[in-house]
Structures are given as structure tokens and as C-alpha cells.
């Protein structure tokens, strides 16, 4: 299968943007789109839902799913995009919050760089506007000498803007949206005036469960959003296929050479963080020590992705149990301490007594430094 059908993506860029890397099937969407668009979408809501879960349009174009869990989760997102109230996608690290953030961004209204990286040093000004100083020494506040940022530009033009790590921002800063999303104005004091939205703005944000305690959002401002919880893969079936799906996106985009053997070795490597993850082997038999980590998903995208580039480069050609050893060790402990103890007791108890498993038993152990 194409890592990325539909992809008109320009060679030396690493990682195209969404609306970059999946122009053709948003194009084919837009040319099947007959259902209504609310004001000034690329696409009805329908069709941004097949775009995110993907399905087979009427002239046949196949459009590749790019989230892969409960279709519920999907349309009750896109809705919200619809109304006016902002979509905070919230999860533990790894359940790919900024990757639906981003195509929901693409689909909707082609422009998904619109984004503010929440960090505990996040300024006022990345999420309201800036000063050229420049300019403001020269000629004193005007339109001119002010720098707007992504949320003040998507308002001018009727686009969706993206925060990242809400939770990470400051809770001051983080209050600079209340006026935002309620009123849907900017106020400039500078300058007593103000920047109004345009129909079809709306703003998307991502924040980890985990990260509650950090900078927990006020209840004015988590009043402003519908919140949405993107859980992680029910099943090993589906958290194989969306880890089958990335790492196929990822080896196109880094050329690696092609790799025999990494079906079996993938689904080896979700085994082995379902169950940690959950405390519990496959059959339920056997109660498990769980790592400090998550986890994610992300991690084992990583891994295996890690593991296929050895393989290729290093290697034979094909994925074993060695190329993804070191690289579950380095995902599991966190804190060489507690996690250490945690994965040992894992391969004695879990992986030692499957008889078909003994080379991944071996790579591990060697893998280990002690």
C-alpha cells in the first residue's frame, strides 16, 4: 500500500504539512462533496470525517483512514468545529491528539499551520499579537507595527488555529482565550480598538490527562470548549494497524530500504507494551508491575520505526528481536531505578515461558547492560 495516497509532496521536505501531503484525496473529497459546508469550509462535515476515517468515494478514489478508533469520536469532533464552541481533544501522550488536530485543521479549512506550542514559558503574546518594536519606536502603535499571532490571524481570515499542550501554558495566559472563544473578539487596548472573527473561525486544542495537575485549566475556560477524549486502541488488532500505517507513512518519507519480517515483529512489540500498559498478560493469567511511562502508542511507532532503520542499515534485511530490543528498553525505563526492576520481572514472568519467543527473550536480556 502507498504511505501516503494521495500525496502531492514536495521530495526534500521531511514531513509535509496535511493539507501538503494528502492534497489529492482532499481534492477528490471536494470534488464528491455535494452535502452542505458551513461557512467558508474546504468541505462538509461528512466529507471531513471520511477524510479522518477514511472509505471509498464514489469514483472510486480510495481515501486512507488517518485516525483509526471509534467513529463517534470523529463526527462528534467535526461537529463541534461546526458550532461555536472551541474542540479541546484531550488523552494520555501518544493517542495522536496533535496528529487529529492537524487534519481536522487540513480539512477543514487547508491550513493547518496556524499553532501555538503550549510551553511553561509560553507568552501572552504568542496567543494575541506582538510588537515590530522597530516600527512601534518609530511610529508608535499602529496596525502597521503589529506581529499577530496564529489565533489573531485564524480570527482575521475565518480559519481554525491550533494550541498544543494547553495545560502547559501558564493559567494566566492560558485566560487570554476566555474573551477569545466567548465573544469572539480580540481586544488591542493599544490601540482601543479590536479584531473580530470571521465566520469560520475556531480553535482546536490538545492537552494530556496527565498533565491536569500542571496548569489546570479554569473553569471559565474549559466552559468554552467541548471536550473530546481520544482513548487509546482497544484492541491489539486496531493498535497494530494504526503502528503498521505510521511506520509505513515514516520509512516512505525516510526512504529506508525495504524490510522483510516486520509484521510478526510489530505485533510482538504491541504485545509487549499492551500488556505493560495494562498490568495483565494477553490470557489474563498473569498480573504485571506497570512502568512509570505511558506507553503511547507514539513509543511503539518509534520503536519499531528504530528498529526497521537498523535492520535495513545494519542488519539483514529483516526485522528481528535484536533491532527492536534496545529500543523498548529505552521506552520502558523511564526511571533506571523503579523501571528496571519492573522490566526484568516482565521477561522472567511474561516472555521467558513462551516457547516462540525465546529469540526476543535473548535479544532483551542482552540488551540490557547488567
Not at 495566559?173 to 488591542?188: A, F, M, N, R, W
Not at 488488532?237 to 503502528?243: L, M, P, R
Not at 507513512?249 to 509487549?272: C, D, K, N
Not at 507514539?298 to 528481536?321: K, M, N, Q, Y
Request: hydrophobic share 45%; proline share 6%.
Amino acid at each position: 500500500m502507498s504511505a501516503e495516497s494521495g500525496a502531492q509532496v514536495d521530495q526534500g521536505v521531511l514531513r509535509a504539512h496535511a493539507e501538503d501531503a494528502f492534497a489529492g484525496e482532499l481534492a477528490a473529497l471536494a470534488a464528491a462533496d455535494e452535502r452542505p459546508r458551513p461557512p467558508r469550509w474546504r468541505l462538509s462535515p461528512w466529507a471531513v470525517a471520511t477524510y479522518l476515517l477514511g472509505g471509498t468515494l464514489p469514483d472510486g478514489t480510495v481515501i486512507s483512514p488517518k485516525y483509526i478508533g471509534p467513529r463517534r469520536i470523529v463526527e462528534v469532533a467535526v461537529t463541534t468545529l461546526a458550532t461555536d464552541r472551541a474542540l479541546l481533544l484531550l488523552g494520555v501522550p501518544g493517542t495522536a491528539k496533535t496528529w487529529v488536530s492537524e487534519h481536522l485543521a487540513a480539512a477543514v479549512c487547508g491550513d493547518s499551520t496556524l499553532l501555538v506550542q503550549g510551553t511553561a514559558g509560553t507568552p501572552e503574546e504568542a496567543i494575541r499579537y506582538g510588537w515590530n518594536y522597530a516600527r512601534l519606536l518609530a511610529h508608535g502603535p499602529s496596525r502597521a507595527a503589529m506581529v499577530a499571532g496564529p489565533v489573531m490571524r485564524a480570527m482575521s481570515r475565518g480559519l481554525v488555529a491550533r494550541v498544543e499542550e494547553l495545560t502547559r501554558i501558564p493559567a494566566d495566559v492560558q485566560d487570554s482565550l476566555i474573551t477569545i472563544l466567548s465573544e469572539k473578539t480580540l481586544p488591542v487596548p493599544e490601540l482601543n480598538d479590536e479584531v473580530q472573527a470571521v465566520r469560520g473561525f475556531n480553535l482546536i486544542a490538545t492537552a494530556n490527562d496527565r498533565d491536569r495537575g500542571v496548569n489546570e485549566l479554569s473553569s471559565a475556560l474549559r466552559r468554552r470548549f467541548n471536550t473530546v477524549v481520544l482513548p487509546l486502541p482497544a484492541t491489539a488488532d486496531a493498535e497494530v494497524e494504526i503502528v503498521s500505517r505510521r511506520v509505513a507513512q515514516l520509512g516512505s518519507g525516510l526512504e529506508l530500504p525495504p524490510v522483510a519480517g516486520a509484521e510478526a515483529e510489530l505485533r510482538r512489540v504491541v504485545t509487549v507494551f499492551r500488556e505493560l500498559r495494562a498490568g495483565l498478560t494477553e490470557d489474563g493469567r498473569t498480573r504485571l508491575k506497570t512502568p512509570s511511562g505511558p506507553l503511547s502508542t507514539a513509543e511503539v511507532i518509534s520503536v519499531v520505526t528504530g528498529g526497521l532503520a537498523l535492520a535495513a542499515h545494519f542488519g539483514d534485511g529483516v526485522l528481528r528481536s535484536a533491532d527492536v530490543a534496545a529500543g523498548i528498553l529505552g521506552a520502558v525505563v523511564k526511571d533506571p531505578a523503579a523501571d528496571t526492576l519492573v522490566w526484568r520481572e516482565y521477561l522472567e514472568t511474561a516472555v521467558r515461558p513462551r516457547a516462540d519467543w525465546q529469540d526476543f527473550y535473548r535479544a532483551c536480556r542482552d540488551a540490557d547492560p547488567v
